[in-house]
């Protein structure tokens, strides 16, 4: 997308908007007819702004949103069954999957704009994002499973946040969850009321981009790493970030300031 320094914004009617604003990049699921279902088209232009703005040293923090009605309500199912062949089928979910990975992936921190209903791969998108604030209607279900379909690839993303237990009796019911059972659950980090969903989102999101890039890159590309290795080797994997970490520009005139009791310094993302 061809747009302008600080501040950019989409405003062609394509599958998915994009809007910048202080070091924070707002990304729209833009099917409101559709619920914001995942087609193709859609899932392309997601993994491609993802993987832009992780080489985009401005944005420091996303937003993932969805128009109309709904976050998500999962994969196009209509376009799935037009299209049904073994190969488009795992096309469709390798696509699916670099999506995911792009958002754990990119150094910036991902916050989930819930409203709405969240569903099957949407409430993936929920559970991949590194933080999520939903509006106290909002409601999460992987409902596959009513449908013949179990939610194996948002299995995934779900059972890295809830227990056991939770992610399984979500996956073998496709029950509905509601927003304050989700936060209970650790699905999304806090709930608003509807009306204060914005406000919320942005006051988690200035605070993520006030912080050092530096040191958010590197503890997001710790945090996932260490949770797939056992303790040890998270140690060491920790140890090592902390030594990377020391030596950036940003900590060293962190440190210093606090020192100085001198208000914090710019950050310059070394």
């Not at 099917?31 to 279902?37: G, H, Q, S, T």
Request: proline letters at 3%; aromatic letters at 4%; a neutral charge.
């Amino acid at each position: 997308m061809q747009t302008t320094v600080g501040e950019r914004s989409n405003v062609q009617a394509r599958p998915l908007s994009r809007h910048d604003a202080d070091g924070v990049a707002t990304l729209t699921l833009n099917r409101p007819d559709k619920f914001n279902a995942l087609s193709v088209a859609l899932l392309t232009e997601l993994h491609d702004e993802f993987r832009s703005i992780g080489d985009d040293r401005s944005i420091r923090a996303v937003i993932l949103a969805g128009a109309g009605k709904a976050f998500c309500t999962g994969h196009d199912l209509k376009e799935m069954r037009a299209n049904s062949s073994d190969e488009a089928t795992r096309s469709l979910f390798r696509l699916c999957a670099d999506v995911m990975l792009a958002i754990v992936g990119i150094p910036q921190p991902v916050i989930a704009r819930v409203h709405g209903v969240a569903t099957a791969a949407g409430c993936q998108l929920v559970a991949t994002c590194d933080l999520a604030v939903a509006a106290r209607e909002a409601r999460f279900a992987v409902s596959g499973v009513n449908l013949g379909l179990f939610c194996s690839t948002p299995m995934v993303a779900l059972s890295r946040n809830l227990s056991r237990k939770q992610a399984m009796e979500m996956l073998v019911t496709g029950d509905f969850v509601d927003a304050a059972t989700a936060e209970r659950w650790g699905l999304v980090n806090r709930v608003v009321a509807a009306e204060e969903l914005d406000a919320a989102v942005a006051k988690m999101a200035v605070s993520v981009a006030s912080k050092s890039p530096a040191a958010v890159a590197l503890g997001k590309r710790l945090f996932y790493k260490q949770l797939e290795v056992g303790i040890e080797a998270a140690y060491e994997l920790a140890s090592e970030t902390m030594a990377c970490n020391m030596r950036t520009h940003d900590a060293q005139a962190g440190i210093d300031s606090f020192l100085a009791k001198q208000p914090m310094p710019e950050w310059t993302g070394r």
